[in-house]
C-alpha cells in the first residue's frame, strides 16, 4: 500500500480516487468506489489526445526554485490483494523483470536529456508498486547505481522505499539502507495472520517484527508503519490490539488508511458475482472511529496527528519530504508502468500496460500514454484541497501564488464547513476540526469545478 501523494500514491503514482463509496453520510455502508483523493483535476480527464502537452512541457527549462522529486513504480509483487488496485503483476519471470528495470533506466536517461531535467538533482526519491523489496539485493544495486547516474541524488532530503515484510532478509534490508534509502516503509496493513491471509496479504505476523527488527538495526532515520482501518473480518478487539502493537513497536511514524473497494479489485469481482452492493468491510463511520480511536492512543503514547493518515513520533526529526512538496506543486518525474508524473505545470501518466511501456521505451521513445494541463484556477484547487488533508493552512500562501485568496474563491463551501463546526478561520489559517480530517476525502469533493464534480477519480 502506498502512503499519501499519487501513487503509490500515497505517492502511490498508480492510484485514482473518486467520491463513489463515501456517499453523503458518514455512516453509509462501503459501497464499490474509490475514496482517496490524490490528484486534480480528476484522472478520468487527463486525455491521450493532450500528450503533446506533456512533450512541450518537458522541453521547456524547469520553472526557477521548483524542486524536482523522481518516482520509479516497481509493479512486481509476491500476491495480489484483494483491495489492491495498483497496476502489479504476479506472474512475471526473471527475464522480464530485468527487462522492465532495464526499460526504467532507459526511461530515466531519456528524460536527462530534456531542459525540464538535465542537470537537476532530486529533492527526493520514491520507490512505490507494487513491491519494490520484491526485487534482489544485485538488482537493486544495479538499479540505482543506473538512476544516480542519470538524475543526482547527493543531498536529497528524503528516499522513500515500501516494503512487503515477508519480502525482507537482513542483507536485503542492509542494501536498502546501503543504497541510500532514509524512509523505510513497512506494509503492515494488520497484525493478525486471519485478516491478512483473508485480504490476500502475502506476509504474515511473524514476518513483520522480524522486518521491523532488521530495519532497526540499519540505523533508518525513519521507518514507516501502513495500516489499513476496516479490512475484511476486522473486529473491534482486533483492531485496538493492532494499535497497542503499534504503539509498542515504536516506529517513527503511522500511516493509516480506511478500506475502499475500487472496482478493479479482487472483492469488487466477488460482490458483482454475487450481486452484492455492500463491501465485506467495516462503514465509513466505524472505520472513522477506528482512526480517532487509533490517533487519541498515539496522541497518549506521545506521538503528533500531522495528516488525515499520519501520526509521527518526533515531529521535529520525522517529515514527509515528498508529500509537502508534491502538495505544493513541486515536480515529479515519474517513471514506469501506469506511472503518473508531472512538469512544469503539465500532469501525464505512462503507458498502462507493461508490454507496451517497455516497447516504446525500446524504441526510444517517452511512454507517454495521457496528459493534462491545468489552467490557474485549476492549480488552485488542486493545491488548497491537498493540503487541507494536513488539517490546517495558511491561505495567504494561495493568494501569494495564484493571485487568488482562497477566503474568498471558496466561500460558500468554506462558510459551510464552519456552520458544521468542522472547521474554524482565524484571520488567514483555516483549521479543520478533526473529525473533518477523518473523513476530508468526502469533503474535498466540494471544491471540485462543476465539470469535474462527479468524476470517478481524483
Known amino acids: 500500500m502506498t502512503t499519501e501523494p499519487q501513487a503509490s500514491t500515497d505517492l502511490a503514482a498508480a492510484t485514482g480516487a473518486g467520491g463513489d463509496s463515501a456517499g453523503g453520510d458518514s455512516a453509509e455502508q462501503t459501497t464499490v468506489g474509490n475514496y482517496f483523493v490524490s490528484n486534480y483535476p480528476p484522472y478520468a480527464y487527463w486525455d491521450t489526445a493532450r500528450v503533446n502537452e506533456a512533450h512541450a512541457a518537458i522541453a521547456k527549462p524547469p520553472r526557477p526554485g521548483n524542486p524536482l522529486g523522481v518516482y520509479l513504480h516497481i509493479p512486481f509483487c509476491r500476491k495480489r490483494c484483494h483491495f489492491c488496485y495498483f497496476r502489479v503483476y504476479t506472474d512475471k519471470k526473471n527475464d522480464e523483470i530485468q527487462g522492465y528495470l532495464d526499460a526504467a533506466l532507459a526511461e530515466l536517461a531519456l528524460y536527462a536529456k530534456q531542459p525540464a531535467i538535465v542537470g537537476r538533482k532530486a529533492q527526493f526519491v520514491y520507490f ?57 516503509s513497512l506494509g503492515v496493513e494488520n497484525f493478525d495472520d486471519h485478516i491478512l491471509e483473508s485480504n490476500g496479504r502475502a506476509h504474515l505476523s511473524a514476518q513483520i517484527q522480524r522486518a521491523y527488527d532488521y530495519a532497526r538495526s540499519c540505523e533508518f532515520p525513519q521507518v514507516n508503519i501502513d495500516l489499513i482501518a476496516g479490512m475484511m473480518n476486522e473486529t473491534e478487539d482486533n483492531w485496538r490490539a493492532n494499535i497497542v502493537k503499534t504503539i509498542a513497536m515504536a516506529p517513527d511514524s503511522v500511516t493509516i488508511y480506511q478500506m475502499e473497494v475500487p472496482y478493479n479489485t479482487t472483492i469488487y469481482k466477488q460482490m458483482k458475482a454475487e450481486g452484492k452492493i455492500t463491501a465485506p468491510v467495516a462503514d465509513w463511520q466505524t472505520k472513522r472511529r477506528w482512526v480517532a480511536e487509533a490517533f487519541a492512543a498515539l496522541e497518549a503514547a506521545g ?15 520525522t517529515s514527509f519530504v515528498y508529500r509537502d512538496s508534491l502538495w505544493a506543486g513541486a515536480d515529479l518525474l515519474s517513471l514506469g508502468v501506469a506511472s503518473f508524473g508531472h512538469l512544469n505545470g503539465v500532469h501525464y501518466q505512462n503507458e498502462h500496460d507493461f508490454a507496451p511501456y517497455v516497447d516504446r521505451v525500446k524504441k526510444g521513445e517517452l ?32 493568494t501569494k501564488k495564484f493571485g487568488t485568496d482562497p477566503l474568498v474563491r471558496f466561500k460558500p463551501q468554506l462558510d459551510d464547513l464552519v456552520s458544521q463546526k468542522l472547521a474554524e478561520i482565524d484571520g488567514a489559517r483555516l483549521t479543520l476540526t478533526r473529525g ?23
Open 128 to 184: 512505490g508498486g507494487g513491491t519494490p523489496s520484491f526485487l534482489s539485493p544485485e538488482q537493486l544495486v544495479a538499479l540505482t547505481d543506473g538512476m544516480k547516474r542519470e538524475v543526482s541524488w547527493e543531498g536529497a532530503e528524503e528516499v522513500t522505499f515500501e516494503c512487503e515484510p515477508g519480502t525482507l532478509t537482513d542483507r536485503k534490508i542492509r542494501t536498502i539502507r546501503d543504497i541510500g534509502v532514509t524512509r523505510l
Open 303 to 317: 506521538y503528533a496527528v500531522k495528516s488525515a493518515y499520519t501520526a509521527v513520533r518526533n515531529p521535529s526529526k
Open 436 to 458: 473533518a480530517l477523518l473523513e476530508v476525502d468526502r469533503l474535498l469533493h466540494a471544491f471540485f469545478l462543476p465539470k469535474h464534480a462527479g468524476a470517478r477519480y481524483a
Open 367 to 398: 511512454p507517454i500514454h495521457r496528459a493534462l494541463t491545468p489552467d490557474n484556477d485549476e492549480r488552485l484547487i488542486r493545491e488548497f484541497i491537498l493540503q487541507m488533508k494536513l488539517g490546517h493552512l495558511d491561505t495567504s500562501y494561495f
